[in-house]
C-alpha cells in the first residue's frame, strides 16, 4: 500500500503559518506604535486617527457654536470684513443652484481626467466656462488641467486669467476693500503644502507679498503633521475652526482666496515654484535665518528617541524618504524603488553615518542593515518626531513630493533624486537635484535636457501624454551613490557655487521657460554628458 505524498499540503500550511505570523508581528508593532504616540502625543491627535470619532468631533464642533466663535476672532482681526459683506458662509439660492452645477461639471472633468482623457477635459472645460464665465473653480480647475499635461505656458495664462478673474469678483462684491485674503484648508492638508506657508511667510517679511493681511484658516484635526503646522502658526495670523466651515467661507468668498498653486506677489500673480525660488534666494541672500525651529521639548524628546535606537551622543545621521505610494497615472512619475538606494545608505555609513528612512507603513520595509533605521516603521513614529529628524539631519534625501519640501523649512540640505518635474525646481541652499532621463519610444538614445524640457514630460508628474510614448529611467544606484559623495564633497570644501556645466544646464532650462534655480547635481552632469549637449 503506497502513501500519499503530503508535501505540498505541508508546504501550503506553513506558508499560512508564516503569512499569519507576520500579520502578527505587523498587529502587535502597530498596537505599540499607537500605545507611544498615546504616550509620547497628545491624547487628542491620538483619537483622531479614528475616522468615526474624528466625525463625531466635527459634529460636537458644529454644535458649539463654531461659526459664532469664526466670526468673533476674524472680527479681532478686522472688523472691516464683517462690516462689508455681514457675518454668514451660507450661500444664497442662486449662488448654491450655479456651485451645485459648476460641481456637476467638475466632477464629469475628474472622471475624465482618471480615465487618461485629458483633451476632452480641456473641452469640458470649455463648455463649463461659456456657461458660467464667472466661475473661479472652474477656472482654476481649467488651469489646472493643462499642468496635468504638461502643457506649463497655457497653465500660466489661465492661472493668470483666473487670477484677473479674483480681481474683477472682489471689486464687483466690495471684498477688495477689506484688504485681506485668505488660505484655506489646501494649505494644510497635504504634508509639501503645509511647507508652502514657508515661502508666504519669507515673502511678507522681504516685503515681497501683495499688501493684503494673509489669514491662514485651519482645522488642525485634517492636517497631515499638527506639529509642524503648530510652528508656523505664531508666524502667520490664523483662525482655527471646522473643516466643513472653512470650506463653505472659502467657496462663498472664493475672489480673496489664495490657492495653492499660486502666490499673488506686488508684482503680479507666479507659479509656487517661481515664489518659493524668488523667496529662498532673496533670503539666503540676506543670510537670514530658518522661519521655523525646534521647540526644546521636541529636541529633549528626539535626543533620547535617537540614544533609545543607540546612536551616540555625537553621531549624525542623514533623511531618507522616497515615494512609492501612489499608482495613479496622473501622480506617479514620482515614485521611485528604494533599493536602489541601499548602496548610497551604505556609503553614507561608511563615512560615519546614520540613515534615518522617513515615510508611512505603508511603505516597503527596509531590509536590516547596519546604522539604518527604518523609523518608516518604527514604533517611534510621531508627528513630532518627524519635525526633529527634519530639523536635525546633515541633510536629507528625497524625491520631488512632500517629504523633500520640509526640511529647506528648517533650514536642512537637500539632495531631490530621482527630480522627474524638472521644468520646475526651486532654489534652496546647500541642495540639488539628481533629474529623471526620458526616452521616447521612436528613438534609440535618452533625451537631453533642451529636447526634454520640449516635451511635456518634466513639466508635470503624470507618465501617460496623449500622442507621446516615452520611458522612465530613474537614477542608477551609481548615480545616487557619487550624488551622496558629491554632498560630502561640497561639506568639507564649503563650495557651494555652481561650476561652468551647471551653469550651462540652468542656462538650457531658462532658455526653454524653465523655473527656479536649483542647480544639477555636477556628478549626474559628468556621467551623463550628453544631457547638456544641444
Known amino acids: 500500500m503506497s502513501l500519499k505524498p503530503i508535501r505540498p499540503?505541508?508546504?501550503?500550511?506553513?506558508?499560512?503559518?508564516?503569512?499569519?505570523?507576520?500579520?502578527?508581528?505587523?498587529?502587535?508593532?502597530?498596537?505599540?506604535?499607537?500605545?507611544?504616540?498615546?504616550?509620547?502625543?497628545?491624547?487628542?491627535?491620538?483619537?483622531?486617527?479614528?475616522?468615526?470619532?474624528?466625525?463625531?468631533?466635527?459634529?460636537?464642533?458644529?454644535?458649539?457654536?463654531?461659526?459664532?466663535?469664526?466670526?468673533?476672532?476674524?472680527?479681532?482681526?478686522?472688523?472691516?470684513?464683517?462690516?462689508?459683506?455681514?457675518?454668514?458662509?451660507?450661500?444664497?439660492?442662486?449662488?448654491?443652484?450655479?456651485?451645485?452645477?459648476?460641481?456637476?461639471?467638475?466632477?464629469?472633468?475628474?472622471?475624465?481626467?482618471?480615465?487618461?482623457?485629458?483633451?476632452?477635459?480641456?473641452?469640458?472645460?470649455?463648455?463649463?466656462?461659456?456657461?458660467?464665465?464667472?466661475?473661479?473653480?472652474?477656472?482654476?480647475?481649467?488651469?489646472?488641467?493643462?499642468?496635468?499635461?504638461?502643457?506649463?505656458?497655457?497653465?500660466?495664462?489661465?492661472?493668470?486669467?483666473?487670477?484677473?478673474?479674483?480681481?474683477?469678483?472682489?471689486?464687483?462684491?466690495?471684498?477688495?476693500?477689506?484688504?485681506?485674503?485668505?488660505?484655506?484648508?489646501?494649505?494644510?492638508?497635504?504634508?509639501?503644502?503645509?511647507?508652502?506657508?514657508?515661502?508666504?511667510?519669507?515673502?511678507?517679511?522681504?516685503?515681497l507679498l501683495s499688501d493684503e493681511q494673509r489669514i491662514l484658516l485651519y482645522d488642525s484635526q485634517y492636517s497631515s503633521n499638527s506639529a509642524l503646522l503648530k510652528l508656523f502658526l505664531p508666524k502667520i495670523l490664523n483662525i482655527r475652526s471646522d473643516v466643513k466651515l472653512i470650506e463653505k467661507f472659502t467657496q462663498k468668498f472664493s475672489s480673496i482666496v489664495d490657492q495653492v498653486p499660486m502666490y499673488r506677489l506686488k508684482t503680479g500673480v507666479v507659479d509656487q515654484w517661481s515664489a518659493i525660488d524668488i523667496a529662498n534666494q532673496a533670503w539666503s541672500k540676506e543670510h537670514r535665518d530658518p522661519v521655523v525651529k525646534l521647540s526644546d521639548s521636541i529636541e529633549a524628546r528626539g535626543m533620547s528617541i535617537l540614544e533609545r535606537w543607540g546612536l551616540p551622543s555625537d553621531a549624525w545621521f542623514v533623511v531618507i524618504h522616497v515615494r512609492e505610494g501612489d499608482h495613479r497615472a496622473h501622480a506617479r512619475l514620482q515614485n521611485a524603488d528604494i533599493s536602489t538606494y541601499f548602496p548610497m545608505m551604505r556609503e553614507i555609513v561608511n563615512r560615519g553615518g546614520w540613515v534615518i528612512r522617513m515615510g508611512s507603513p505603508l511603505m516597503s520595509p527596509l531590509p536590516e542593515m547596519p546604522n539604518v533605521i527604518d523609523y518608516a516603521h518604527a514604533v517611534e513614529r510621531v508627528d513630532w518626531m518627524d519635525v526633529f529628524l527634519w530639523a536635525k539631519a546633515k541633510f536629507s534625501i528625497a524625491t520631488n513630493s512632500g517629504g523633500s519640501e520640509v526640511p529647506m523649512c528648517f533650514g536642512t540640505p537637500v539632495i531631490r533624486t530621482n527630480y522627474s518635474s524638472f521644468g520646475h525646481?526651486?532654489?534652496?541652499?546647500?541642495?540639488?537635484?539628481?533629474?529623471?532621463?526620458?526616452?521616447?519610444?521612436?528613438?534609440?538614445?535618452?533625451?537631453?535636457?533642451?529636447?526634454?524640457?520640449?516635451?511635456?514630460?518634466?513639466?508635470?508628474?503624470?507618465?501617460?501624454?496623449?500622442?507621446?510614448?516615452?520611458?522612465?529611467?530613474?537614477?542608477?544606484?551609481?548615480?545616487?551613490?557619487?550624488?551622496?559623495?558629491?554632498?560630502?564633497?561640497?561639506?568639507?570644501?564649503?563650495?557651494?557655487n555652481m561650476t561652468d556645466q551647471q551653469s550651462n544646464a540652468q542656462n538650457i532650462r531658462l532658455s526653454e521657460g524653465a523655473v527656479g534655480g536649483l542647480p544639477i547635481s555636477q556628478s549626474f552632469l559628468d556621467n551623463h554628458q550628453f544631457f547638456v549637449k544641444a
Open 425 to 496: 525646481c526651486s532654489f534652496f541652499e546647500k541642495s540639488f537635484m539628481v533629474p529623471k532621463l526620458y526616452k521616447l519610444k521612436s528613438e534609440k538614445a535618452s533625451m537631453s535636457l533642451q529636447q526634454a524640457l520640449r516635451t511635456p514630460i518634466p513639466w508635470c508628474e503624470s507618465t501617460v501624454h496623449e500622442n507621446i510614448e516615452f520611458e522612465i529611467i530613474d537614477n542608477t544606484p551609481q548615480d545616487l551613490v557619487e550624488a551622496a559623495v558629491e554632498m560630502f564633497q561640497r561639506f568639507e570644501k564649503n563650495n557651494w
Open 9 to 207: 499540503i505541508s508546504i501550503l500550511v506553513l506558508q499560512r503559518v508564516i503569512n499569519a505570523l507576520k500579520r502578527l508581528q505587523m498587529l502587535i508593532k502597530k498596537i505599540r506604535r499607537q500605545l507611544f504616540q498615546l504616550r509620547h502625543g497628545s491624547f487628542l491627535a491620538f483619537l483622531k486617527k479614528f475616522s468615526k470619532l474624528r466625525a463625531l468631533l466635527t459634529f460636537v464642533a458644529l454644535l458649539s457654536f463654531q461659526e459664532r466663535r469664526f466670526w468673533k476672532k476674524l472680527n479681532k482681526i478686522s472688523d472691516k470684513f464683517s462690516q462689508t459683506v455681514g457675518e454668514s458662509v451660507e450661500p444664497n439660492k442662486s449662488d448654491f443652484l450655479i456651485a451645485s452645477k459648476v460641481e456637476e461639471i467638475l466632477g464629469q472633468i475628474r472622471a475624465l481626467i482618471k480615465e487618461n482623457k485629458t483633451a476632452a477635459a480641456l473641452e469640458k472645460h470649455r463648455q463649463g466656462a461659456e456657461l458660467f464665465p464667472k466661475s473661479v473653480e472652474l477656472k482654476q480647475a481649467h488651469a489646472q488641467t493643462h499642468f496635468l499635461r504638461g502643457e506649463w505656458t497655457s497653465y500660466l495664462e489661465v492661472s493668470a486669467q483666473a487670477d484677473e478673474l479674483m480681481r474683477q469678483l472682489a471689486q464687483d462684491q466690495s471684498l477688495d476693500r477689506t484688504r485681506l485674503r485668505f488660505l484655506g484648508n489646501g494649505w494644510t492638508g497635504p504634508l509639501g503644502h503645509i511647507s508652502l506657508l514657508d515661502a508666504v511667510i519669507k515673502l511678507r517679511e522681504l516685503n
